[in-house]
């Protein structure tokens, strides 16, 4: 909760007087995800979730500014064995923070934007299936993203962005057992990485 405070204070920073304009608004989207994993352990098939909450953006000359965004992410995956199909809900807040420069003014104005993004899962750290397979999830995730779009009628602004991982979002295990006597015969383990296309769409006020 610490960290969520410290990100929410960072965002409220956004709105000081140093920028020449700060907006709020809401955003909402979709991700289209792609979990990778060694397929010697198991498939992860691409997946929808979906995003909500509430946006800041702060303007500076030369259509430079920075942006923020505290978010409710709803994400699955599945995972697909050589017998089952298994699928894991995963819901996080959502701390990105972007800086950005578009051309033009708010009624039609392209634009790019980067940023650091944090995910902060709140549910259960770890989920025992069978065929041996036991995944477990970290709590605390920092990835990166790079995105383009388009700001509309000064309200509207529709946007894609890439978003790849700098850390883990956990650990998938597969225990391999002797048909015949019961023993383990090896344990080969391999790290998850989420990496995610999403269409955002933003209303700011």
Do not use: C
């Amino acid at each position: 909760m610490k960290r969520i405070s410290t990100l929410i204070l960072l965002l409220l920073t956004l709105s000081s007087a140093s920028f020449a304009k700060v907006r709020f608004g809401l955003e909402g989207g979709a991700y289209i995800n792609k979990m990778k994993l060694n397929k010697s352990i198991v498939d992860a098939d691409n997946r929808a979730g979906f995003f909500i909450g509430g946006k800041v953006k702060g303007s500076l000359p030369l259509g430079f500014g920075v942006d923020g965004a505290l978010l409710y992410s709803n994400r699955t995956a599945e995972f697909d064995t050589e017998k089952n199909e298994y699928t894991k809900t995963f819901n996080y807040i959502t701390v990105p923070i972007n800086v950005r420069w578009q051309l033009g003014t708010d009624k039609l104005a392209p634009y790019i934007a980067t940023g650091p993004q944090w995910d902060f899962y709140i549910g259960n750290s770890k989920l025992y299936t069978s065929e041996g397979l036991k995944a477990t999830f970290e709590h605390n995730m920092i990835s990166w993203n790079i995105g383009i779009g388009l700001m509309l009628l000064n309200h509207v602004q529709i946007g894609f962005s890439w978003n790849f991982p700098i850390t883990n979002s956990g650990k998938l295990t597969k225990e391999v057992v002797d048909e015949l006597t019961g023993d383990i015969k090896e344990s080969i383990s391999t790290n998850m990485k989420n990496k995610e296309w999403s269409i955002r769409v933003n209303y700011y006020f």
